[in-house]
C-alpha cells in the first residue's frame, strides 16, 4: 500500500495552523500512525489508530480520517514542532510510511 | 521506562554482513513483537520486518527476504536484525522499534525507537 503525503515540505511560523494530509493507495481503515521526526534523533509516536494521542502527546497535535485519506493537524505551531512528519500504514505487510512532511520555519 | 539501546556504528565492506543488537528494558521483552526499521542518508522510513520475541516467529519484508535474519535472545532481553550480502545502498541507519499492541495482535504503531544504528557501506 502506497502512502502519498502533501505537502512533502511546508514552511510556516509560529503560531500557524498546520494541516499535512496522508492518501493510501487503497483503504486502510483506521490504521494509521504519524510520527514526528527530528534531524539526528529516532522517530517520535504522536498519533495512532488514526485519531488517539499517544501519551504525552501536545493537544495541539490532532489526526483524522478513515479509509483512504488522513490528516495530521497542529493548531498552534510552537518552534519545537519544526521536523518532519510521517504517516504509516499498518492496515497490511509491508508496513508502509510516506515518504515524509519536512515542516520549515518560515 | 521502557528503553531500546542499539549497538554501536559499524563500516562494512560490500559482500559482508552485520549484526545490529537492540537491548530492551522497563518492558516485558516476551510480550511485545520487535520491528526493524531502516533510513537511507536523507532519505525516508523503511520497514524491514518483525520478530516475536515469545516464540521467535518472523516476518520479513519481501525487499529483504533471503538476505535479513531477525533472532533474539530472551535471557538478556535481547533483539537482532543481521543483513547479510552487504551492498552500498544498505548504507542507513538501522532502527528497532517496540509494537505497541500486546500478544501479536493486530499492531497500531511503533511506541519506542531505539537510537538507531548507522551501517556504512563503503569499499
Known amino acids: 500500500i502506497q502512502l502519498t503525503q502533501s505537502p512533502s515540505s511546508l514552511s510556516a511560523s509560529v503560531g500557524d495552523r498546520v494541516t499535512i494530509t496522508c492518501r493510501a493507495s487503497q483503504g486502510i481503515s483506521s490504521y494509521l500512525a504519524w510520527y514526528q521526526q527530528k534531524p539526528g534523533t529516532a522517530p517520535k509516536l504522536l498519533i495512532y489508530?488514526?485519531?488517539t494521542f499517544q501519551s504525552g502527546v501536545p493537544s495541539r497535535f490532532s489526526g483524522s480520517g478513515s479509509g483512504t485519506d488522513f490528516t495530521l493537524t497542529i493548531s498552534s505551531l510552537q518552534p519545537e514542532d519544526f521536523a518532519t512528519y510521517y504517516c504509516?500504514?499498518?492496515?497490511?505487510?509491508?508496513?508502509?510510511f510516506g515518504q515524509g512532511t519536512r515542516l520549515e520555519i518560515k | 521506562q521502557v528503553q531500546l539501546v542499539q549497538s554501536g556504528a559499524e563500516v562494512k565492506k560490500p559482500g559482508a554482513s552485520v549484526k545490529v543488537s537492540c537491548k530492551a528494558s522497563?518492558?516485558?521483552?516476551?510480550?511485545?513483537?520487535m520491528h526493524w526499521v531502516r533510513q537511507a542518508p536523507g532519505q525516508g522510513l523503511e520497514w524491514m520486518g518483525w520478530i516475536n520475541p515469545n516464540s521467535g516467529g518472523t516476518n520479513y519484508a519481501q525487499n529483504f527476504q533471503g538476505r535479513v535474519t531477525m533472532t533474539r535472545d530472551t535471557s538478556i532481553s535481547t533483539a537482532y536484525m543481521e543483513l547479510s550480502r552487504l551492498r552500498s545502498d544498505d548504507t542507513a541507519v538501522y532502527y528497532c522499534?517496540?509494537?505497541?499492541?500486546?500478544?501479536?495482535?493486530?499492531?497500531?504503531?511503533?511506541?519506542?525507537w531505539g537510537q538507531g544504528t548507522l551501517v556504512t557501506v563503503s569499499s
Open positions: 522499534a517496540k509494537d505497541s499492541e500486546a500478544g501479536g495482535m493486530a499492531t497500531t504503531s511503533f511506541d519506542y
Open positions: 522497563g518492558y516485558t521483552f516476551t510480550g511485545y513483537y
Open positions: 504509516q500504514q499498518l492496515n497490511s505487510y509491508p508496513i508502509t
Open positions: 489508530a488514526a485519531s
